[in-house]
């Protein structure tokens, strides 16, 4: 293991009572890296940070914080740093004293608590905030509140369980900027779960693809977005229109795909909306669907081999409802998918 890994998972294996919630993850995370966890609801985001938090004891494997097994260290002597989607401030405390809190509990007083207070308030933007109380800031503010409380533990690694789900649109937007500026101005070490996938590739350094309790892919933003492996992650991605490949030819889930020429030895491909030509091409489809989306217009094209999503520049004369055309799918447009 190198001096720059952080934290490293090795074949770690979670389960509650019969059920195995994570099986054997292998996973090494850079110092200063922040890594987003990405999966659907139920793939064991939240059980594999509560095992590096230490509040879940693994059925197996290890976990090491900067080369020591920490796996049966307790919570509180690991230097790992939570922040959950419900980050309870204490309503009666200031902001102050909110992020006080944990530094108090350690012993740390006087000038040297106020410092690391105003420190930690600084990096969120919230000094002049310091007297209020949690109940006469916005949802946003709350949140840096947490995030500062969280940080001023000067955790080796942060962990953030979609601590941006409670916002409205517009605010996690603005607080996501936040959390890389603060991530990156601190170096802090932090996984960051969540299941939308825009927030992770607008964030992350790395993403890890969770399936069912293992990981699917991990690579960097641009990875998972360019080339997804598999048809799961192609789907997650926003590639809509996903196809087989099998005894040379592909196949949607309904049918044979009139396409000649030679595919790549690969288990599918994947084509997003964008990658769809109208207008020529030998394949035949009927307009069920079209909206206008600003720059482009999105098309549902009803086809022999199923349902396809096309997508045109706005510029373009648009097609109408019940309009018959030509496309393509052409292969060199496409992802190629080296698992199913
Ligand atoms: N306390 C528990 N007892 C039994 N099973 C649990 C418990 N907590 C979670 N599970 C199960 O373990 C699996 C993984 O759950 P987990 O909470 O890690 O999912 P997640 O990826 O965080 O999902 P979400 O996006 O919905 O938060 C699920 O099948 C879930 O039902
Ligand atoms: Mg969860």
């Known amino acids: 293991m190198s001096d720059a890994t952080a934290l490293s998972l090795e ?25 987003a966890l990405l999966g659907p609801s139920g793939c064991g985001k939240t059980t594999t940070m509560r095992a590096i938090a230490g509040l879940l004891a693994p059925s197996g494997g290890t976990i090491r914080l ?20 419900s980050y309870a401030l204490f309503p009666h405390l200031t902001v102050f004293d909110n992020v006080a809190f944990g530094l108090k509990l350690k012993g740390i007083k006087g000038a040297d608590l106020r410092n690391r207070v105003e420190s930690g308030l600084k990096s969120v933007g919230l000094m002049d905030y310091a007297a209020r ?31 941006l789900s409670n916002l409205d649109a517009r605010l996690r937007l603005d607080m996501r900027t936040e959390l890389q500026r603060v991530q990156k101005e601190t170096g802090v070490t932090m996984i960051f779960v969540t299941h939308d996938q825009a927030e992770a590739l607008a964030l992350a350094d790395r993403i890890v693809v969770m399936r069912k309790g293992a990981i699917e892919q991990i690579g960097t933003p641009e990875e998972i977005y360019n080339a997804p492996v598999s048809h799961f992650v192609a789907d997650f991605v926003g590639f809509e229109n996903i196809y087989s490949i099998r005894d040379g030819r592909l196949h949607s889930d309904t049918a044979t795909l009139p396409i000649d020429g030679p595919l790549p030895d ?29 720059g482009t217009r999105e098309y549902v094209l009803e086809t022999a081999f ?3 999503k096309a997508e045109a520049d706005a510029a373009l004369p648009a097609y109408r409802l019940g309009e018959e055309l030509v496309f393509d799918l052409p292969i060199q447009n496409a992802a190629i998918l080296s698992r199913q």
């Open 11 to 35: 074949k770690l294996t979670l389960r509650y009572g019969n059920t195995t919630a994570v099986e054997s993850l292998d996973l090494t995370i850079g110092k200063g890296e922040l890594v």
């Open 66 to 85: 900067d080369g020591v097994d920490i796996t049966r260290v307790a919570t509180n002597k690991r230097h790992i740093g939570l922040m959950f989607q």
């Open 133 to 163: 109380k949690p109940p006469e800031l916005s949802g946003g503010q709350q949140q840096r509140v947490a995030l500062a409380r969280s940080m001023v533990m000067e955790p080796k690694v942060l962990l953030l369980d979609e601590p």
């Open 266 to 294: 690969a288990a599918g491909l994947a084509f997003r909306p964008r990658a769809v030509v109208l207008g020529q091409g030998n394949l035949r489809g009927t307009v069920r669907g079209v909206s206008f989306a600003g």
């Open 306 to 308: 199923g349902t396809v």
